[in-house]
Nanobody, 126 residues
Framework: QVQVVESGGGLVQAGGSLRLSCAAS????????MGWFRQAPGKERDFLAA????????AYADSVKGRLTISRDDAKKTVYLQMNSLKPEDTAVYYC???????????????????WGQGTQVTVSS
C-alpha cells in the first residue's frame, strides 16, 4: 500500500503563488511516477502535471505550462507543485496521485494512477 497526502492549499489573491506538497509513504518503491490533478465543482478531474521518481522526467498539461512547475525530493518522497500567477479559475480541489507503472505518456489519464490523496482546497480570490 502507498499513502498519499497533499498539503499547502489555502486562500490566495489573484496573481499570487502557492506551493503544494504531496508526501508519499508506505511501499513507495513500487511507484513510478506521481501526478497532480484538480477538480472544480461540477467539473471533471483535470490533469496538471506529472513527474517520475529518480530521473525527474516531467509532463504538463498545455493549459498550465509556464505557470505551474512540478518537482520532487526523492529522499523525502515528496512531490511539489509550484503555482504562480494564480487566477480565480484555478480555484479547485487539488489532488496528488501515485502510479505503480506504465508510461508517462499516459500520465493525463486518471486510470493510470493506483493511489490518490484526499485533496487540498485552493481558492483564488479576485
Amino acid at each position: 500500500q502507498v499513502q498519499v497526502v497533499e498539503s499547502g492549499g489555502g486562500l490566495v489573491q489573484a496573481g499570487g503563488s502557492l506551493r503544494l506538497s504531496c508526501a508519499a509513504s508506505g511501499r513507495t518503491f513500487t511507484t513510478y511516477f506521481m501526478g497532480w490533478f484538480r477538480q472544480a465543482p461540477g467539473k471533471e478531474r483535470d490533469f496538471l502535471a506529472a513527474i517520475t521518481w529518480g530521473g525527474g522526467t516531467t509532463a504538463y498539461a498545455d493549459s498550465v505550462k509556464g505557470r505551474l512547475t512540478i518537482s520532487r525530493d526523492d529522499a523525502k518522497k515528496t512531490v511539489y507543485l509550484q503555482m504562480n500567477s494564480l487566477k480565480p479559475e484555478d480555484t479547485a480541489v487539488y489532488y496528488c496521485a501515485a502510479a505503480m507503472g506504465g508510461s508517462l505518456i499516459n500520465a493525463p489519464r486518471t486510470q493510470s494512477y493506483d493511489y490518490w490523496g484526499q485533496g487540498t482546497q485552493v481558492t483564488v480570490s479576485s
